[in-house]
């Protein structure tokens, strides 16, 4: 019961939040006539009990005075009649001041309250207002941290939202055309997810700077033993058995046998301690692997030696770490039809 309520004021008071009082919040005067009035009321009374104070009280709007409540409770309860008496003092004055600080916000959130349930279903001002809170509190601030991220010397300007917003609704001559602003956009946000995606690899390339160093001493190192070649792409390779088949093109399937290892030699992956070959496109494994398949004829067997930028890159795949290079025993069985 609580969680249904609770979902119904999430949509019904925080239109009434945006509502601003300059005065205080009058209460309708309590008139029971009779049952309907009186279910009414009840009904008012339950909803409030069961979850409209909670909710206001998590989205700020009241400061809870239940903590208080509780441990002065539980003080005055063990309390003899002396100690009782200036615990309920203390008690008053700190409830007191907690409601001082509470009436002007819970004024306006009234008057809101009251306005709210007094527009029709269908009024189109409260659709507006419903959609205003939705841009102020939820979309606006969505898109800001998308764009911005943590920089507070930027924000959306709501004026120029606005002024959108209004031009495009009333067909007026628009500043951007509607084809440009979803293009502009969708650049934008494009643009700054690759720019957090930029700055969250460079925080890990700090944090695996080890890692990272010891695989470019691998690579460095394996590139001067015989029968290595290495690719202008970085990726090496070493043939263990040449094959004279056909070689597969990026829109073909393939059924391999492979064996998995990081530098340091722990096995990640292995079809062949599967006892089963895998089946995948060319173009639907990493960047090492279709560049090396596409190079090897149908019956090789080579040994792949990935740099990480051609694997995983940064991602966190469990045994695969970010920025790890990866060994791979690769043979090529047949191209699928």
């Known amino acids: 019961?609580?969680?249904?309520?609770l979902g119904t004021f999430s949509a019904m008071t925080v239109m009434a939040v945006m509502m601003v009082s300059c005065g205080g919040a009058s209460t309708p005067k309590t008139s029971l006539k009779n049952s309907v009035d009186s279910v009414s009321y009840a009904y008012g009374v339950s909803m409030t009990d069961q979850g409209l104070v909670q909710f206001?009280?998590?989205?700020?709007?009241?400061?809870?005075?239940?903590?208080?409540?509780?441990?002065?409770?539980?003080?005055?309860?063990a309390a003899d009649s002396t100690q009782k008496k200036i615990l309920e003092k203390e008690m008053n004055a700190k409830l007191d001041s907690l409601n001082k600080i509470n009436a002007p916000r819970l004024n306006q959130f009234i008057k809101g309250l009251t306005e709210g349930m007094g527009q029709e279903e269908k009024s189109a001002y409260a659709n507006?207002?419903?959609?205003?809170?939705?841009?102020s509190q939820q979309m606006l601030p969505q898109f800001n941290s998308m764009l911005f991220?943590?920089?507070?010397?930027?924000?959306?300007?709501?004026?120029q939202v606005l002024a959108g917003i209004?031009?495009?609704?009333?067909?007026?001559?628009l500043a951007i055309s509607k084809m440009d602003a979803n293009g502009m956009v969708q650049t934008a946000v494009e643009e700054a997810q690759a720019e957090e995606q930029q700055r969250q690899e460079e925080n890990l390339k700090t944090q695996y700077a080890d890692s990272i160093a010891a695989g470019d001493v691998y690579m460095a190192?394996?590139?001067?033993?015989?029968?290595v070649v290495t690719l202008p792409s970085g990726l090496q390779y070493e043939v263990l058995r040449a094959g004279n088949g056909p070689m597969p093109t990026d829109t073909d399937r393939v059924k391999v046998?492979?064996?998995?290892?990081?530098?340091?030699?722990?096995?990640?992956?292995?079809?062949?301690?599967?006892?089963?070959?895998?089946?995948?496109?060319?173009?639907?494994?990493?960047p090492g692997w279709t560049e090396a398949l596409k190079l090897m004829p149908v019956g090789s067997k080579w040994r792949l030696y990935i740099p990480y930028d051609l694997a995983y890159g940064s991602a966190?795949?469990?045994?695969?770490?970010?920025f790890s290079n990866l060994i791979f025993d690769v043979e090529l069985i047949s191209i699928e039809k």
């Open 316 to 322: 966190d795949r469990g045994t695969i770490k970010p």
């Open 149 to 159: 991220g943590s920089d507070s010397s930027k924000t959306i300007s709501k004026d």
């Open 166 to 173: 209004i031009s495009a609704l009333k067909n007026q001559e």
């Open 221 to 227: 190192d394996n590139a001067k033993r015989e029968g």
């Open 56 to 77: 206001l009280e998590q989205t700020g709007v009241l400061v809870s005075t239940s903590n208080i409540e509780f441990d002065y409770q539980s003080r005055i309860t």
């Open 257 to 286: 046998h492979y064996h998995g290892t990081l530098i340091n030699g722990a096995v990640f992956d292995s079809s062949v301690d599967r006892g089963e070959p895998a089946t995948f496109g060319v173009n639907q494994v990493i």
């Open 1 to 5: 019961m609580k969680k249904t309520i």
């Open 128 to 135: 507006g207002l419903s959609i205003g809170v939705q841009f």
